[in-house]
């Protein structure tokens, strides 16, 4: 069975009830939801992707799970599409944004060095990476530098101190 939304997905027409999904034409660009429906009755585990479908680039998650019966016989896949558009455009807002941000604090001639709440490394700027001879690839994502101590100078609002940045190990 099938509801009427599933006609955005592949193309159905009532008497499709009970044929098989690989005499079914989709409308996705994704190919292999056969093979992943077939995966999910071999292994009775539930898969999900994330698809785009149609001409306005809609993005879906697509869920397969097994389709239990009332007698607790597994009679098929249920397909499932719910649509996350909406914050996969976010993600590409917040990605650009993220980008932009990134390219600003590298055009930047003084070291700099970015730390995330918990005083771990998140970035250096090209500055800080010539300066202390490290590279940017792997130099970050500990409490300091892979390479080596960074002593770093932290001042809060006319008050300073100092916190030194131990190496990764």
């Known amino acids: 069975r099938f509801t009427p939304n599933m006609n ?9 009830t009970g044929r098989s999904l690989r005499d079914i034409t989709p409308k996705t660009a994704y190919g292999n939801i056969c093979q992943d429906a077939e995966e999910v009755l071999a292994t009775l585990q539930t898969k999900e992707r994330e698809i785009q479908v149609g ?12 389709y239990r019966t009332v007698e607790n016989r597994i009679d098929g896949v249920a397909l499932t599409f719910v ?3 909406a914050r996969k455009r976010l993600e590409g807002i917040t990605q650009a944004a993220r980008i932009y941000a990134e390219s600003i604090v590298d055009t930047l001639r003084e ?49 300073s101190r100092s916190s030194s940045a131990s190496p990764m190990r």
Do not use: H
Not at 11 to 16: G, Q
Not at 56 to 63: P, T, V
């Open 83 to 85: 649509d996350i558009t």
């Open 111 to 159: 070291p700099l060095l970015v730390l995330n709440g918990d005083l771990i490394v998140v970035s250096g700027n090209r500055s800080f990476c010539r300066t202390f001879g490290m590279s940017p690839a792997n130099s970050y994502g500990s409490t300091g530098p892979k390479t080596q101590s960074v002593a770093l100078r932290i001042t809060f609002r006319g008050s």
């Open 55 to 66: 001409a306005n680039g809609e993005w879906y998650n697509l869920r397969i799970l097994p």
């Open 8 to 16: 955005q997905f592949f193309n159905l027409i009532p008497t499709d």
